[in-house]
C-alpha cells in the first residue's frame, strides 16, 4: 500500500522554515510554500505538501491552511503554535511560528531537502513584501490565474508551473501516478 506522508511534510515544512528563516510570518510563509510546491511540480509533476493555492491580491494563499492557522487540527497543534506580534510601531500585527519539536526529515526527499534548503538560503533576511513581487511576475502561475484569466480567488493549477512543452509529459506522468495509487489505495 502505498501512503503519502502530505500532512506530515506540510507540518515539517513549517518548522523548517521557522527554524531557518528570519521573520517568517503568515504571508512570508506561504509565499515558501508556493515557492516550494510549484518549483518542486516543475521538475517532478508533484507538489511537496499537497496544498492547493488560491490566487488572491497579495498573492497565492493556501486556503486550507489559512483556515487552519486560525484553530490547528491536534497534529499541527502538538507541533506549532501560531500567535502574534505588534510590528510597525504597533501599527499592525504579524503572525509568529513558534516550533513546539524539531524538524523531522525522513517524509522528504533529496530533491525536496535541497530546494527547501535553497529558499530558506535564498528569502532567509527577504521581508513578506519583497517576496510578493516574486509571485507577481508576469507568467507566473499566480498572474496568468489572477491577472489574465481575471480569476480573483481561482484555484492555481500546478500545471501553470509547466512550459507548454513541458506540460503534455508532465500531464502523463501526474495521470500514471494517480492511477497507481489509486490502485493501491
Given amino acids: 500500500m502505498l501512503i503519502i ?17 528570519e521573520k517568517c510570518g503568515k504571508i512570508k510563509l506561504f509565499k515558501l510554500l508556493y515557492f516550494l510546491d510549484f518549483e518542486h511540480c516543475k521538475h517532478t509533476g508533484r507538489s511537496v505538501t499537497g496544498l492547493d493555492y488560491y490566487a488572491w491580491k497579495m ?11 486560525q484553530s490547528p487540527e491536534p497534529d499541527m ?19 509568529t511560528i513558534h516550533t513546539k519539536q524539531g524538524f523531522d526529515d525522513k517524509h522528504f526527499s533529496r530533491r525536496e531537502l535541497a530546494l527547501m534548503k535553497q529558499l530558506a538560503e535564498q528569502y532567509k533576511d527577504s521581508l513578506a513584501e519583497e517576496m510578493i513581487e516574486a509571485t507577481h511576475l508576469e507568467n507566473s502561475p499566480w498572474y496568468k490565474v489572477y491577472e489574465i484569466d481575471g480569476d480573483k480567488q481561482g484555484r492555481i493549477p500546478y500545471e501553470l508551473a509547466l512550459r507548454q512543452g513541458e506540460l503534455d509529459t508532465m500531464l502523463s506522468h501526474i495521470a500514471e501516478r494517480k492511477a497507481l495509487i489509486g490502485a493501491l489505495s
Fill in 5 to 21: 506522508h502530505n500532512r506530515e511534510k506540510l507540518i515539517n515544512t513549517i518548522i523548517y522554515f521557522a527554524t531557518n528563516v
Fill in 59 to 69: 498573492g497565492p494563499v493556501p486556503t486550507k491552511l489559512y483556515d487552519e492557522i
Fill in 77 to 95: 497543534a502538538t507541533a506549532l503554535r501560531f500567535g502574534e506580534m505588534a510590528v510597525y510601531g504597533g501599527r499592525s500585527t504579524m503572525m
